[in-house]
């Protein structure tokens, strides 16, 4: 059976995460992505991520993560031959990704108002920190920018440690998934061709909706609870003999259960527990109580009997031992590629969250070294090998 986006073509001109991260999801639902990339220099990710040797190799391992299955060409758009050449290409194109500040495109005489008249079906999406206008439009944005700008790190650790960075660029991966989401419903629109202005800030705001609603609704203001549900108790990390615990006891049912379980049924009856909302009032000595048992044995114990008794519990995890679990190992979540030109080594990458009918999808190439499908891609608008080695030799290829 066909991917649900077979057949669409995607102009990649995006750098980094949020950008690349949508045109992944794009690429894995059958999309082909074409990574369009500055001569010389291309993604920055390539130059990104923890191995230098790839680092130098412009194969970086931040570059690797979410470009899989893309083809990559190299253009100057700064030049008239190649804004000329690029234009050509637009018209072949379904949807165009890119993440550049707020009128750069424009200035390379590549915005949509220009290209729309080249392609009127093009679904145009711009990826942006703060969107295409408002008074922070011309701002600089970074995933911790926005992090901080959004609120995320003022409710992210405890009143000891907040402001607290994720641990990992959320920011940019949901801004990411919002433009792959917008784009995946243009695509069903008719007639097609419009314009998608992402905002990573807003992105990451309509994933906060209890906490924002909270204080839009019931005025109350977030606040870091670290580890603990502020909606519920006892619900929270918990350590034991070996690491730590999350137990989700948040029905009064599953708080009998973990009591009973646990060998604290007296709990129950006294007045400081009786109720959620005693228990939240009194989560502080309601913890201690637990702690006292579940410290005697290890996590993963207490994990596999809670969770057959039905109150939600899991070990907390590293990402290496997350990675091993045959939950994960068994779904065909993680992809692999053999010596992988410009890596010289096998490699795995991380794919999508879902199943198309019972398979994950994937994708046959692993990400390509910079300009790799010059000679494809161009040559099918037209060009000759001649034109394009001339082209390469004047810097705009």
Request: with cysteine; proline share 6%.
């Amino acid at each position: 059976m066909p991917k649900p986006l077979s057949g669409v073509r995607v102009l990649d001109l995006t750098n980094v995460l949020a950008g690349p991260f949508c045109c992944h999801q794009l690429g894995h639902l059958g999309a082909e992505v074409i990574k369009v990339e500055a001569v010389g220099r291309g993604d920055l990710a390539r130059q990104l991520g923890a191995d230098p040797d790839l680092n130098a190799a412009n194969m970086g391992v931040s570059f690797l993560a979410q470009n899989a299955g893309k083809k990559s060409v190299t253009i100057n758009l700064k030049s008239e031959a190649g804004n000329t050449l690029f234009r050509k290409l637009v018209a072949t194109a379904d949807v165009l990704v890119e993440n550049f500040r707020p009128g750069v495109m424009t200035r390379l005489r590549v915005g949509y108002e220009s290209l729309k008249d080249v392609n009127p079906k093009l679904i145009y999406c711009a990826i942006s920190g703060f969107g295409q206008d408002g008074p922070w439009v011309h701002r600089p944005a970074y995933d911790q920018i926005i992090q901080g700008a959004s609120g995320v790190m003022s409710i992210t650790g405890d009143t000891d440690s907040a402001p607290l960075r994720v641990g990992y660029p959320v920011a940019d991966t949901v801004g990411g998934m919002t433009a792959a989401f917008a784009i995946a419903a243009a695509l069903n629109q008719r007639p097609r061709g419009t314009f998608i202005d992402v905002s990573m800030l807003e992105s990451v705001l309509s994933t906060m909706g209890w906490a924002i609603s909270n204080y839009l609704i019931a005025g109350v203001e977030p606040t870091a609870n670290g580890n603990e549900n502020p909606t519920s108790a006892p619900s929270g990390a918990f350590n034991t003999s070996d690491g730590v615990i999350n137990i989700a006891a948040n029905k009064d049912e599953q708080w009998v259960l973990l009591t009973d379980h646990l060998g604290l049924s007296a709990l129950q009856t006294r007045p400081e527990f009786s109720s959620r909302e005693a228990r939240k009032a009194n989560r502080a000595a309601l913890k201690a109580e637990l702690k006292a048992v579940l410290e005697t044995r290890p996590a993963r114990d207490w994990a596999k009997e809670l969770n057959r008794i039905g109150v939600p519990a899991g070990a907390v995890l590293s990402v290496p031992e997350i990675l091993t679990m045959p939950q994960v190992t068994g779904r065909g979540f993680l992809q692999h590629y053999q010596d992988v030109p410009g890596v010289d080594r096998d490699i795995s990458v991380a794919t999508t969250g879902f199943k198309l009918d019972g398979d994950a999808p994937t994708v046959a190439d692993p990400p390509p070294q910079l300009g790799a499908h010059n000679s494809e891609i161009w040559s099918e608008l037209g060009l000759s090998q001649d034109e394009i080695v001339q082209l390469k030799q004047e810097g705009v290829l």
